[in-house]
């Protein structure tokens, strides 16, 4: 007779499994609550005390965690040496192991939590038994997902468990054990760089294709979901994110942020297009409209407010890709639903992102930084310049400082208190990166009140003469470049207000 070993945590599924499982001639053994679940089914189960005639002991902490199971699960079917072991020590092979760990994850997520508590939740012996099985997938199945009942079910009736679903539910197994201890190491790291980095995510969605059409991908979210997170919003309305639509959406997320007022972030390709503030969400959105009208076709928009049927007849006049906002109105989400393809998401807004490493990819490896959450404030600005800022111009200064660092660099923007009128992104030179915004900027109502923000410091004065030159009166960088006294001597010719925020903010 087949044996089955079933020990699981989450019970779904398991008693109809395991009926079938009977009706295919397995035997089946289990243990603690999994037995006693089975047993109120009606199910003749043998307790695992009863395999390795040892009873449970230390509260259940080893139950398992034997020879008569393990060497069950690893003999070699296909060696006579292993199966006259086994023989000889009166040894039952096992067949397959069904088994899901402790809640590990669940019990770290709940408030208050202690460190003993959640230490008393990681598995050994699941974790134990599934690396057997997996290790020895050709003769056992190692089952740890529930979802995955009914196509062994269906593959165990028709006659054979092929070799390639084997292999695929023994790499499964891998994956889930490797995943289950890389968040337990990163519960118990006190380190912020480890020797040896483990990170734990799980598939949120497979996608049509990644940046480009021939390029296959896929989104993964973290094992402890961070709320404030696109892969986190209830998408209300529309098709399937794309993987653009995901990054540029946690752009607009990131940007928004910044911002306690009435906001409307307008992103395309992962760069502010527009950004408007206003008393009402009306206004907010005819300054980010009237920033850029161009590069917000095909865009995404976040809005830090719920959504009003009259902001909602403005958007749906023209083609977006993806609205964000806390909520919507009835009468918005009407509007705006009407267009098939849009996608609305509603995610509660924050001001608060908690501090993460930021992991990126390159050949070979990864890097990884603290992501950059510093704050701008009044209080770190230095004036440098004989010139002094008007209250006015510092509100505009902090605006397009909180702007700039999300901004590709080389990165410019030009602004006014509560608007971006131009920006400069991704360009090798910065002198570039000004002429571009200010030709940008010149076009636009308000410009005789902008400003300018660099995210890195002025290497020569050109930038300012530059800017000055075309009717910048007050320019934000951070200082720190072997020749800012040129620049400082330069705003003082021009009567520019040069002001130092002491901290670069590179977007690579």
């Known amino acids: 007779m087949t044996r089955a070993?079933?020990?699981?945590?989450d019970k779904s599924g398991l008693v109809p499994f395991a009926k079938k499982l009977v009706e295919l001639g397995y035997e089946l053994v289990s243990t603690g609550g999994t037995h006693r679940v089975l047993t109120e089914a009606g199910l003749d189960v043998i307790a695992i005390d009863d395999v390795t005639d040892f009873p449970e002991m230390?509260?259940?902490?080893?139950?398992?965690?034997?020879?008569?199971?393990?060497?069950?699960?690893?003999?070699?079917?296909?060696?006579?040496?292993?199966?006259?072991?086994?023989?000889?020590?009166?040894?039952?092979?096992?067949?397959?192991?069904?088994?899901?760990?402790?809640?590990?994850?669940?019990?770290?997520?709940?408030?208050?939590?202690?460190?003993?508590?959640?230490?008393?939740?990681?598995d050994i012996g699941g974790p134990s038994m599934l690396r057997?099985?997996?290790?020895?997938?050709?003769?056992?199945?190692?089952?740890?997902?529930?979802?995955?009942?009914?196509?062994?079910?269906?593959?165990l009736q028709a006659g054979e468990v092929d070799a390639t679903y084997r292999q695929l539910l023994a790499a499964k197994v891998f994956q889930h054990t490797a995943s289950y201890d890389a968040l337990i190491a990163d519960y118990l790291t006190t380190s912020e760089f480890p020797d040896k980095?483990?990170?734990?995510?799980?598939?949120?969605?497979?996608?049509?294709?990644?940046?480009?059409?021939?390029?296959?991908?896929?989104?993964?979210?973290?094992?402890?979901?961070?709320?404030?997170?696109?892969?986190?919003?209830?998408?209300?309305h529309g098709k399937q994110l794309s993987y653009n639509n995901i990054r540029d959406a946690d752009a607009a997320l990131r940007i928004i942020a910044e911002f306690k007022e009435t906001t409307v972030v307008t992103v395309k390709h992962m760069n502010p297009a527009?950004?408007?503030?206003?008393?009402?969400?009306?206004?907010?959105?005819?300054?980010?409209?009237?920033?850029?009208?161009?590069?917000?076709?095909?865009?995404?928009?976040?809005?830090n407010r719920e959504v009003d049927a009259i902001t909602a007849e403005k958007m749906h006049a023209i083609f977006l890709e993806i609205i964000i906002a806390p909520s919507f109105t009835p009468e918005a989400f009407e509007i705006l639903s009407a267009k098939k393809n849009l996608r609305l998401l509603k995610l509660p807004f924050t001001t608060?992102?908690?501090?993460?490493?930021?992991?990126?990819?390159?050949?070979?490896?990864?890097v990884v930084q603290e992501r950059d959450l510093h704050e701008e404030t009044e209080a770190n600005f230095e004036v440098v310049s004989k010139a002094q800022p008007t209250a006015e111009q510092l509100r505009a200064l902090i605006f397009a400082q909180k702007v700039v660092k999300h901004v590709k660099s080389n990165a410019i923007i030009?602004?006014?208190?509560?608007?971006?009128?131009?920006?400069?992104?991704?360009?090798?030179?910065?002198?570039?990166?000004?002429?571009?915004?200010?030709?940008?900027a010149?076009?636009?109502?308000?410009?005789?009140?902008?400003?300018?923000?660099?995210?890195?410091?002025?290497?020569?004065?050109?930038?300012?003469?530059?800017?000055?030159?075309?009717?910048?009166?007050?320019?934000?960088?951070?200082?720190?470049?072997?020749?800012?006294?040129?620049?400082?001597?330069?705003?003082?010719?021009?009567?520019?207000v040069l002001v130092f925020s002491g901290t670069r903010h590179f977007k690579h």
């Open 352 to 366: 608060v992102i908690p501090q993460k490493l930021e992991v990126t990819s390159v050949l070979g490896g990864i």
């Open 5 to 9: 070993l079933l020990s699981v945590s």
């Open 442 to 496: 010149t076009t636009k109502v308000g410009f005789d009140e902008a400003v300018l923000a660099s995210d890195a410091f002025f290497p020569m004065d050109d930038s300012v003469q530059y800017a000055a030159e075309h009717g910048i009166k007050a320019i934000v960088e951070p200082g720190g470049s072997i020749k800012d006294k040129d620049s400082i001597a330069k705003a003082d010719e021009l009567g520019v």
């Open 197 to 236: 980095l483990t990170l734990p995510y799980e598939k949120f969605d497979d996608m049509r294709y990644g940046e480009n059409p021939h390029q296959k991908a896929a989104a993964y979210k973290v094992a402890l979901p961070e709320t404030y997170s696109v892969l986190h919003a209830d998408i209300l």
């Open 274 to 303: 527009g950004i408007g503030q206003g008393q009402t969400l009306e206004e907010a959105w005819d300054k980010a409209f009237e920033a850029d009208n161009v590069s917000i076709f095909g865009g995404i928009v976040a809005l």
């Open 58 to 122: 230390l509260d259940g902490r080893v139950k398992t965690l034997h020879p008569r199971v393990h060497a069950g699960l690893l003999a070699r079917r296909d060696l006579p040496e292993h199966m006259a072991k086994l023989s000889e020590f009166n040894i039952t092979p096992i067949d397959m192991v069904v088994v899901n760990l402790y809640p590990f994850k669940a019990t770290i997520q709940k408030p208050g939590v202690s460190q003993a508590e959640a230490i008393e939740n990681i």
């Open 414 to 440: 030009i602004a006014r208190d509560g608007q971006t009128l131009g920006m400069g992104a991704g360009q090798p030179n910065r002198i570039d990166s000004v002429v571009y915004s200010i030709q940008k």
């Open 132 to 155: 057997s099985a997996a290790k020895n997938f050709s003769a056992v199945l190692p089952i740890v997902d529930p979802t995955d009942y009914d196509v062994i079910i269906d593959k």
